[in-house]
């Protein structure tokens, strides 16, 4: 048996193509798994799960359908859906995660994530998640009717843009200290993250000469990245192409 990770699916109306892909994906691959861990990004925005779009319908039937099958799926917010709820969540049979999560899989000890408290050096993203991740004003938030909510998303995304234009691509990449801290803070063997959209497979030297790994997952508007892991190893796919690891017992 394995496990499937995905990320940054960012499915919106706009993208029938991805929306269609990860139908098929839930229907045709996903049901042969252990269990789907879905990091962060599974929607372009979400502003509140009374928000009945098309797009969430569908994806709340197919999650249930992958539910009644006996797979189970998790979810860890990203920044576009951290809005996503309790209510949402159980409608899809889905179990919702700890922004930063420690699971055992096939004998490992795996920290996963979405990423982007990873990268430290884009001090003003940093600044804006530490504003909406305020209990308070995501509550104040949702008591908005409908349309202001949909308008205030739209006006942050196209902020959002204009302000990814102008920054480097190492600032939008993860710091390296920051990853190291994960390393050293928990005993882990490996992490998973996605965020980035730079999907590949990162060896990280210990000071006590051993070998851990950071993995990340890609996204699916260009790359299809899809992290398939057994008791033998991993593969990551991205663009068609396939990279492998081997990890002992």
């Not at 000890?109 to 530490?130: A, M, N, S």
């Amino acid at each position: 048996m394995h496990t499937y990770f995905i990320s940054d699916l960012h499915l919106s109306e706009d993208r029938p193509d991805i929306i269609q892909a990860f139908l098929d994906f839930l229907q045709q691959q996903a049901p042969k798994a252990e269990a789907l861990y879905i990091l962060g990004d599974l929607f372009e925005f979400w502003i509140g799960d009374d928000d009945k779009t098309p797009v969430a319908k569908q994806v709340e039937q197919a999650l249930k359908a992958l539910s009644d099958k006996g797979v189970p799926s998790y979810f860890i917010h990203g920044n576009r859906d951290f809005m996503v709820g309790k209510a949402y969540a159980q409608c899809c049979g889905m179990t919702l995660l700890e922004e930063e999560t420690l699971v055992d899989l096939y004998g490992h000890k795996v920290l996963i994530l979405h990423g982007d408290t990873l990268c430290t050096d884009d001090v003003g993203y940093q600044e804006y998640r530490e504003v909406t991740q305020k209990l308070w004003l995501r509550r104040l938030f949702l008591l908005l009717p409908l349309f202001v909510r949909q308008k205030i998303a739209n006006k942050i995304r196209s902020k959002s843009k204009q302000a990814n234009t102008s920054k480097s691509l190492g600032i939008m990449d993860v710091n390296q200290q920051a990853v190291e801290q994960r390393f050293e803070g928990q005993a882990i063997d490996y992490m998973i993250h996605g965020h980035t959209h730079r999907p590949d497979i990162h060896s990280i030297e210990q000071t006590n000469n051993t070998i851990k790994y950071r993995v990340v997952l890609g996204d699916w508007y260009q790359q299809m990245s899809v992290l398939k892991i057994d008791r033998n190893g991993l593969e990551l796919s991205a663009k068609g192409q396939l990279q492998k690891l081997e990890l002992g017992q």
